[in-house]
């Protein structure tokens, strides 16, 4: 079975400052990969996601992610944070062999964002 | 276009009550999730289901946990004698049925509390 591994629970950065997120998934075939955003209290929201092609991936908020194959991972970067990108971050993958669009995810990463 | 529509969005039971939580999927979509996320935890996944058919409760607890997604009406997750231990928030997904991979859009959850 199809396993994701966020291996930072928590990180705080400084506003301004760059952010990556790690994300490993363990998938035998081709992964299809997805990063959320979720605010506290509030639902998921879709940042971005790989299918095919290209392995740098751009999604919304300025944030982008890079497929690489060879170390099995998806890692989330964004360039400068803002106050508002405070929020708990979960990478996903899609079993393409199972039925639907189920999705497994990572335990998550919270992100504290320093004035 | 609404979103994925949830309700309530918070809900008090007592123990040995009934909770029901209940997804209006997007205009369109035919598939709908449930997945639950226990305090300090990433999201699980509970069942899939079509319209009148499951077409996928592996993650569901065997006993007291029920789901149903009708012909007309939203798609209901219904817990029987509720416990403290299912005490969570509860997010439903809802895809398009084109048979392919394809984006999930979440709905803001309930967020269920027993005392």
């Known amino acids: 079975a199809q396993s994701v591994t966020q291996p930072d629970i928590h990180i705080t950065v400084s506003e301004g400052a760059s952010l990556e997120l790690r994300c490993n998934y363990s998938?035998?075939?081709?992964?299809?990969l997805f990063w959320y955003v979720q605010s506290p209290g509030q639902g998921l929201q879709l940042l971005l996601k790989?299918?095919?092609?290209?392995?740098l991936v751009q999604g919304i908020k300025g944030f982008e992610a890079e497929f690489k194959r060879s170390q099995s991972s998806f890692n989330l970067r964004k360039p400068s944070v803002h106050w508002s990108d405070a929020a708990e971050y979960f990478c996903a993958v899609v079993d393409d062999k199972a039925a639907g669009n189920k999705l497994t995810f990572g335990g998550g990463t919270r992100v504290l964002v320093k004035p | 276009n609404a979103g994925v529509m949830q309700n309530p969005r918070h809900l008090v039971r007592r123990r040995g009550q009934e909770a029901r939580l209940r997804c209006s999927p997007m205009?369109?979509?035919?598939?709908v999730y449930w997945y639950r996320q226990l305090p300090e935890e990433g999201l699980k996944f509970m069942v899939y289901?079509?319209?009148?058919?499951?077409?996928?409760e592996s993650g569901m607890p065997k006993e007291r946990f029920s789901a149903e997604f009708p012909k007309e009406g939203p798609s209901i997750l219904r817990i029987q004698q509720v416990v403290r231990g299912d005490s969570a928030a509860y997010f439903c997904?809802?895809?398009?049925?084109?048979?392919?991979?394809?984006?999930?859009?979440f709905g803001q959850g309930t967020r269920l509390t027993v005392v």
């Open positions: 998938y035998g075939a081709t992964p299809y």
């Open positions: 997904a809802s895809s398009p049925g084109t048979g392919r991979i394809s984006e999930a859009f």
């Open positions: 289901l079509q319209k009148e058919n499951i077409i996928d």
């Open positions: 790989y299918f095919s092609g290209d392995t």
């Open positions: 205009k369109g979509h035919s598939h």
